[in-house]
């Protein structure tokens, strides 16, 4: 028979939300996990740059990626058209100020079509 310790640990795990790991990234950003990406967002004024890595952390070439990042900015969504920059960057520009930490979900399709995305809180 199980104790009802156990029990209890089991079902207050259970009950636990499942949260994307976040961490800070080497441009400054949050990085958190979109599929089998990490990206990492960085949020300057209007300007939001994405970097794209694979799971070993090692950059993946932004091309032929196309991305939307939906940040939340005064209570209301934010959408910016995210396209290829330099190297493993995707860029945009919002209509206005985000904040350092904005909280939102970057979206991506990768060059072979299939979809991704990835939430900052």
């Given amino acids: 028979m199980i104790p009802w310790r156990m029990a209890l640990m089991a079902g207050v795990l259970l009950a636990l939300p499942v ?7 080497q441009h400054g950003g949050r990085v958190t996990d979109a599929g089998k990406y990490h990206v990492e967002l960085v949020a300057k004024g209007e300007s939001v740059d994405v970097f794209v890595t694979d799971g070993s952390q090692k950059p993946v070439p932004a091309t032929g990626f196309k991305g939307t990042a939906i940040l939340v900015v005064g209570g209301k969504p934010a959408r910016v058209p995210l396209e290829p920059a330099d190297g493993n960057r995707l860029s945009g520009k919002a209509s206005v100020a ?13 060059p072979d079509g299939a979809t991704t995305s990835g939430k900052f809180n």
Wanted: hydrophobic fraction near 35%; proline fraction near 5%.
């Fill in 19 to 25: 949260h994307a790991h976040e961490v800070s990234g």
């Fill in 98 to 110: 985000l904040g350092e930490s904005p909280k939102g979900a970057v979206q991506l399709t990768a």
